[in-house]
């Protein structure tokens, strides 16, 4: 079974560019949810789709960070203009709805450096 | 606010030496208390689950524990290839975990 898939491993741009990051989950995963470590900290929640549907995007930083998850499939997160404070490790996690939705399932994340 | 602390943040043991690390929590409504391990690389692997205190759950060579403050992960004889960053993490009553910021396990031959 495919695990979860992030691409790209590694991203490194420009202070005000823009930067889309990509993730698959496990097929059949309904839940899907991004995190973020900086340097030094520890891994943050940012949001939470349920489907298409997003749950919770409490984590989200600020407006330049833009999550979508088409047909309930993949997912992308966006930051459009990226800052120096974006660098950091992103992960995306998925899980099955129902009494096992807390076991999450990482990929192995997208190391983004903005310069 | 949901809160996870874990120490030491760095042990380094000898192959067969046991140990334990801890987790300490604050959280409003306990849904579960995480254990995760990470390798450099990687993102976190799920290990347990632990919803109330006094439960207990074993893996091979590691067992976790759960008190109301609480939480450790004990290391029985371990072995190099277990070596690596053990990542603590509470939900409340949102679905998302809060994670500690990990103890960095090297465990030499």
């Known amino acids: 079974e495919a695990g979860v898939t992030q691409f790209p491993s590694h991203s490194v741009i420009e202070k005000g560019q823009t930067v889309t990051l990509r993730c698959d989950p496990i097929?059949?995963?309904?839940?899907l949810y991004w995190y973020r470590r900086v340097m030094g900290k520890e891994i943050k929640f940012l949001l939470h789709f349920v489907k298409e549907s997003k749950q919770d995007e409490s984590g989200m930083p600020n407006n330049r960070f833009l999550a979508e998850r088409t047909g309930g499939t993949y997912s992308t997160l966006k930051v459009q203009p990226a800052e120096l404070e974006d660098s950091g490790v992103y992960f995306c996690?998925?899980?099955?709805?129902?009494?096992?939705?807390?076991?999450?399932?990482f990929g192995s994340g997208t190391q983004l450096s903005v310069l | 606010e949901d809160q996870v602390t874990q120490s030491p943040e760095a042990l380094r043991l000898q192959e067969g030496e046991s140990s334990s690390l801890n987790c300490s929590y604050t959280?409003?409504?306990?849904?579960?208390l995480f254990w995760y391990r990470q390798d450099p690389g990687k993102g976190p692997e799920f290990l347990f689950t632990l919803y109330s205190a006094g439960e207990e759950k074993e893996k091979e060579r590691l067992k976790a524990t759960l008190t109301k403050k609480e939480s450790f992960l004990h290391i029985t004889a371990p072995k190099p290839e277990d070596s690596a960053t053990y990542l603590c993490a509470v939900s409340g009553g949102a679905q998302k975990l809060v994670f500690g910021q990990g103890t960095r396990l090297t465990i030499n031959p």
């Open positions: 959280v409003s409504g306990l849904r579960g």
């Open positions: 996690a998925s899980s099955l709805l129902g009494p096992t939705n807390e076991k999450l399932f």
């Open positions: 097929s059949g995963h309904d839940n």
